[in-house]
């Protein structure tokens, strides 16, 4: 079996306790929880890209590392504010 | 299995290994300071064991290198975020101490 179709398995299942969190606890531990299963996204993207030998999908994962930083800091400005 | 798969294969169960523990670890949790901790080894060792495992399997330059960006740019933001989620937190504490904790308030 190819480690990295595992890899990809098993951060699948590491996002299920952060949807867990999202649907269940409290504003900010949402805020938590988000920012968790972006990096795990973000990983899982990463070793989706070896398995299908394809590189340029990394792109993506570089993407989603970048733009999860304005959108976690405007939620986290936003629920500092108004909330 | 060559010497340099096994070294990929460890390195890499040992990155997907932190992150379902920081996953396990953000849902035992019961307050959102608690829960930040978590999110520290999950945007540093975790990325940084993927990219290392990335580095030593592939061949390909391109994914060398994108691997590695991935993780410095996890790297450098992680604090960024923990602190900015720390100071919402706070505040909103600070704004409602009566309730103890910063949850369970529905009104505006």
């Known amino acids: 079996m190819n480690i990295w179709l595992l890899a990809t398995g098993v951060l699948l299942l590491a996002l ?5 969190v ?14 968790l299963a972006g990096t795990i996204t973000t990983l899982l993207i990463l070793t989706l890209a070896q398995e299908l030998g394809r590189p340029s999908i990394c792109d ?12 976690t800091l405007v ?3 936003f629920l500092e504010r108004w909330l | ?16 290994f ?34 290392a495992a990335v580095l030593v399997a592939e061949s390909d330059a391109q994914a060398k290198i994108k691997s590695v960006l991935v993780a410095v740019v996890l790297l450098a933001t992680g604090p960024i975020l923990t602190h900015a989620t720390a100071r919402a937190a706070w505040a909103r504490l600070q704004a409602h101490p009566d309730t103890g904790e910063t949850d369970q308030r529905e009104e505006s």
């Open chain 1, 75 to 77: 939620y986290a400005y």
């Open chain 2, 1 to 16: 299995m060559s010497v340099r798969e096994i070294i990929a294969a460890m390195l890499l169960g040992v990155g997907v």
């Open chain 1, 22 to 35: 999202i649907f269940r606890a409290a504003t900010l531990d949402r805020l938590v929880a988000l920012e």
């Open chain 2, 18 to 51: 932190i992150e379902l523990l920081c996953a396990v670890g953000v849902l035992v949790m019961r307050n959102p300071f608690d829960r930040l901790h978590y999110l520290a080894p999950a945007t540093s060792l975790g990325p940084l064991a993927v990219a």
């Open chain 1, 60 to 71: 993506l994962a570089l993407a989603l590392a970048l733009l999860s930083l304005p959108g």
């Open chain 1, 16 to 20: 299920l306790p952060c949807a867990i």
